[in-house]
């Protein structure tokens, strides 16, 4: 830790009333770790407000004290607070909050650990190394002396196993396992984490997983695998909320041999999301995002497509296809 860290920690002792602030469409890193934060600044008695966009999905509700979040922005009055900390955003269009934000000149502490993260913040812990935002605020709690209680633990764990994808992808390191190890000392529930993150998928979903993975398509020429779901894929499934999909893209990096897997969904107003997902070093997901208009991390990327001007019998799958690749042809010339 550096001295920069020092500063941050006065920054939060010395506000009266800060204000935490997650990712959009949160995830479990971005809630494990701003949850163990609001539990920190509670156990030193602090008036503050924890705040996210979106509300998380129900399978995140055994998260200690979830139930303090507020996701109705008509509940903030953000002239209130004089701090801001936001937590595993990227960017700070990333607290979906941002037009709010701008209008007052807040302090804002930066909390992360995405490669693209360009210090947005007036005072910045920006670790592109770490596994995930939790293990930072582990590491920052620990080079302050601040008891981590047994809630923070099971908010940090929660964090680092679903940023590692239970400990299987290229973010687990030697520090992740021994700091999980350490949670675990001081009494994180990772039984409870496990069967709450990796255990929520009912029947009917399983169905709307195999209609999806029949789908799968492989193109020989670019070498990467692709499927998508419509929004009357899952009105046939009788599924009603979309956090049944959750881990989709994830799952198929399973398959063997393939470059890249891309997974289309449908969602409203005619937006398409697409997601990129490699387990190659040597592929840049985030590069053919952002040429699509989207962004991300080399491994995990996405953009999201308008296919209102689409005519009725054009396959937007084909269509999204063919566009994607024509900028890896573009990119070989
Ligand atoms: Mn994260």
Redesign the pocket.
Known sequence: MTVQTKSILNAIIEAKNPLIICHEKPDG??LGASLALSRFLANTQKVHKHFCVDKPANYFSYLPKIENLITDLALLNIIDHDLIITV?CGAIERTGIFEEIKKYNITLINID?HQSNNNFGHLNLVVPQAS??SEILYDFFQAHQIEIDKYMATNLLT?IIT?TMNFTNAATTNDSLKIASELLNLGARINQIISSISQNKNIDALKLWGKILYRLEHNPEYNFAFTAIAKKDLEECQITSPESLDGMANFLSLIQDVNFIIVMTEEDNNQIKVSLRTVRDEIDMAEIAQKMGGGGHRKAAGFKIDITALSADTDWKNFIINAIITKLKKSEV
């Open positions: 890193d971005t595993d650990h995930s935002t964090g940023d």
